[in-house]
């Protein structure tokens, strides 16, 4: 079956550093998401993309579906320490029926 | 407001009980899902719906039933807690053809001891 391969695992970073983090696939996906987790509660959607090589802005988040159909990348600004959390990149294509497949998440932590 | 809701948050309990997680949600979406999770690993799928009266099982193998009577309600049920089944679990909706993906409830943490 499908697989995403997401990378690094944990990162620990320092206040006002960037971040960056991505997903590499076995097969296409026609969307790639981006959720951010907080502890004890559920992953909140932060950014989507529908076509290859689109990038997408939400504040200080960018995220880019890669020309190949098989990998994404987000990249966070200027990281606070709110940005704490689990990271899940999330592909799906028009055939799955809004069926996700998950990467394994990138924990991010950062010092303030 | 439109929203999807998880009961309990947080449950405790001892060995062969048996348990609801209830999952509902306002936005009419047809498709519901429930997720595993471990802390701060991945998201395992272990049960779906397309509407009611439907329901499939995930990639992971659950001893958890389901049911969709109605679309505003996915409860999740453990017929004989075990402490294997200690674990977060997440409920997640979604609008037929959406390109938004999946919306999640904030999770139940099961606790079996």
């Known amino acids: 079956g499908q697989q995403l391969n997401q990378s690094p695992q944990s990162m620990f970073i320092q206040e006002g550093e960037d971040v960056s983090m991505n997903c590499t696939s076995s097969?296409?996906?026609?969307?790639w998401l981006w959720y951010k987790q907080d502890p004890g509660e559920g992953p909140v959607l932060l950014i989507a993309?529908?076509?290859?090589?689109e990038l997408t802005s939400n504040g200080r988040l960018t995220a880019q579906f890669g020309i190949t159909r098989k990998d994404s990348f987000l990249n966070i600004s200027a990281s606070i320490p709110s940005d704490v959390g689990i990271y899940f990149c999330?592909?799906?294509?028009?055939?799955?029926?809004?069926?996700?497949?998950f990467g394994g998440g990138t924990r991010l932590m950062v010092k303030p | 407001e439109a929203d999807i809701y998880q009961t309990p948050r947080y449950l405790v309990i001892g060995t062969g009980k048996k348990i609801t997680l209830e999952c509902s949600q306002t936005?009419?979406?047809?498709?519901m899902y429930w997720y595993q999770q471990d802390p701060g690993m991945e998201l395992h799928l272990i049960h779906y719906?397309?509407?009611?009266?439907?329901?499939e099982k995930g990639d992971l193998s659950s001893e958890s039933t389901v049911s969709r009577i109605r679309t505003e309600h996915f409860p999740l049920t453990l017929e004989s807690a075990r402490p294997s089944h200690t674990s977060q679990y997440l409920c997640?909706?979604?609008?037929?053809?959406?390109?938004?993906?999946?919306?999640f409830g904030p999770g139940t943490r099961l606790t079996v001891l």
């Open positions: 997640a909706s979604s609008e037929e053809g959406s390109k938004v993906g999946q919306f």
């Open positions: 097969s296409i996906f026609n969307t």
């Open positions: 993309l529908y076509k290859a090589g």
């Open positions: 999330a592909g799906t294509n028009n055939n799955a029926g809004n069926m996700l497949t």
């Open positions: 936005m009419g979406h047809d498709k």
């Open positions: 719906s397309y509407g009611v009266n439907s329901t």
